[in-house]
């Protein structure tokens, strides 16, 4: 009994110190990886992400993230994004703020970058979601929207977070990250027939970004 309890502790140990180490190894191994700035993952049925490192100011890139009304002017993923009040009028000043809603136009799969204002989409790949802004966290750069189309079916709330990174040559560096979390019935079948296009939306979305900041 003793010596089995004895076994079974060796062997926790045996398991827990790999995991440890090989957590001490990774982290010094991977010490370029900024840490992020989301709020923790919530369980979701799947989950698009991106994220890039920006050569430019945190506060230039804020800008540049909630000026929606410039979107169309570099955005190959989101190809308009409109604040509104909650009846779908939009705002004088296009500012953000928790509980207006946005009329989002979206290409999925993207558009071939680089876009401008005249780009035109592919209607077959057009989707118009109407969203409400969430959260507005402007002293910790983030920000999120939540899908109110289809509410009973599909739940996405995507974020979008930055912060300032210190690469290796002491270059303060900015780190954008967005991230939607899908939950709903509808989840599954978003993943089968968006799943790749959504991605290859937001990896776009961060390239493309960078491009306009450090410009
Ligand atoms: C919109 O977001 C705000 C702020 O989080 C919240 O108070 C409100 O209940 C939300 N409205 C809807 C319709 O989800």
Redesign the pocket.
Known sequence: MLLSLWRALRLQCIIFCTIFLYNALGASDSSSQPPSNLPPAVPSVFAVEANILIDAPIDVVWSVLLDFSKYPEWNPFVRSQIVTD?FYIPTQDQQVA??LRLIITSQIPPLTPPVTASSQGNILNEHITRE????FEPDIYRVAW?D?SLDLLIQAERWSALSVFVDQNGEAMTFYESREEYNGVLAETVQDLEGVGLLEGFQAQATALKARAEA
Request: aromatic share 0%; charged share 10%; proline share 0%.
């Open positions: 909650t928790e509980n409400n802004i969430t959260h939540q109110l």
